[in-house]
C-alpha cells in the first residue's frame, strides 16, 4: 500500500515554482526551459514535463514576423501569455515585459507586470538590463511578482548593439556582465537569463550567484537551458544562431503533409470514405426527388 502511494506521489508532476527552481541549481538537476506562445504547444510541454515555460518578446519575430523584439506590445504579451497559461499545468510561466513597458519608470514597470500577472496569468515577469532596471526589479518583487533578469545579448538592445552580437567578450565588459549578475541578484531576481555570452563567463556567472542561471547561447555550464520552440523544431528559415540545436525537424515534417494534403485534395483522394459523414438513404432519396 506505502509502495503504491510513493509511486503514485513519483508519478505525479510537481508544480515549478522559485523555490523548486533554486532546489534544482542546489542539487544540480538542470532547469529545463523552452518559449511557446499558444495553448497547444505549451499544453504538449507541459504534459512533457518541461520546468518553465518563456512567453517570449521573441514572440514578435517568430509569430508576428516582425524583424526585431522592439514592434512587440503589453497587448500582445498578454494575449499570447494568456493562452500558454491556459494550457499549462506544472511549468512555470514566465511572460516577457515588452520593450518601452518598464524602461520608462518604476510605476509603470509595477503596473506592466502586475497586467502579466493578473491579465496573462504569468508566474514571474522577465526584463531585460542590469544595474539600470534594478529599481525596477526591486519594486516588482516588493509586490510579490517574482522577476527573472535576463542579461548579455538582450535583444531589446539590438540597436544600442549594432546587431545581434555576442556580449562579454572583453575584460570590461566581462567584469560589468559579472557586476550586472550580482546587482540583479541582490535586487531580489529570482533567475536570470544569460544570452549569447562566451561559456566560460557565463560558469563564472553561475558560480557567483545563489540563483539560477539559465543559458541560450551561454554553454552548457548554466544551471539550466532555453531555447526559442521555432528554433529547436527547425521552423526557422533562413538564419540560424550557432548555439540553435534542431531536435525534431517539425518544419520538414509540416511542408511534406501540406504537400502531401494539396496533392490529395486536387485528386480528389480526400477526404475518402472515413472522413466522410453518412445519411440515410430514404432521407436522401426523398430530397433528391424534391429537387428534380
Ligand atoms: O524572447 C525570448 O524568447 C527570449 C529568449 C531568447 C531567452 O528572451
Do not use: W
Not at 514592434?71 to 510561466?93: C, L, Q, Y
Not at 518583487?141 to 545581434?164: D, E, R
Amino acid at each position: 500500500m506505502s509502495g503504491k502511494v510513493t509511486r503514485e506521489k513519483e508519478n505525479k508532476k510537481m508544480k515549478n515554482t522559485v523555490s523548486t527552481l533554486l532546489v534544482q541549481k542546489q542539487s544540480g538537476d538542470k532547469i529545463t526551459m523552452l518559449t511557446a506562445y499558444d495553448y497547444t504547444t505549451a499544453k504538449i510541454m507541459d504534459e512533457c514535463g518541461v520546468n518553465a515555460i518563456l512567453v517570449g518578446d521573441s514572440l514578435g519575430m517568430v509569430m508576428l514576423g516582425y524583424e526585431n523584439t522592439l514592434p512587440v506590445t503589453m497587448e500582445d504579451m498578454i494575449h499570447h501569455t494568456a493562452a500558454v497559461s491556459r494550457g499549462v499545468e506544472n511549468a512555470f510561466v514566465v511572460a516577457d515585459m515588452p520593450f518601452m513597458s518598464y524602461q520608462v519608470s518604476v510605476q509603470q514597470a509595477v503596473t506592466n507586470a502586475g497586467r502579466l500577472v493578473k491579465e496573462g496569468g504569468a508566474n514571474a515577469v522577465k526584463l531585460e538590463g542590469g544595474a539600470e532596471v534594478c529599481e525596477q526589479i526591486e519594486a516588482i518583487v516588493n509586490a510579490s511578482i517574482p522577476v527573472v533578469a535576463h542579461l548579455g545579448l538582450t535583444p531589446q538592445s539590438v540597436n544600442a548593439f549594432g546587431g545581434f552580437k555576442v556580449q562579454g567578450k572583453s575584460l570590461e565588459k566581462a567584469e560589468k556582465l559579472l557586476e550586472d549578475a550580482v546587482r540583479i541578484q541582490q535586487a531580489g531576481a529570482c533567475a536570470v537569463v544569460l544570452e549569447g555570452i562566451p561559456a566560460r563567463l557565463a560558469q563564472l556567472i553561475t558560480d557567483k550567484l545563489v540563483i539560477p542561471t539559465i543559458g541560450i547561447g551561454a554553454g552548457n555550464g548554466c544551471d539550466g537551458q532555453v531555447l526559442v520552440y521555432q528554433d529547436m523544431m527547425g521552423l526557422t528559415t533562413g538564419h540560424t544562431a550557432k548555439f540553435v540545436k534542431c531536435f525534431a525537424p517539425l518544419g520538414s515534417v509540416m511542408r511534406d503533409g501540406i504537400k502531401e494534403y494539396i496533392s490529395e485534395t486536387k485528386s480528389g483522394a480526400f477526404p475518402a470514405e472515413e472522413h466522410t459523414y453518412a445519411m440515410d438513404d430514404a432521407v436522401i432519396s426523398k430530397l433528391m426527388e424534391e429537387n428534380q
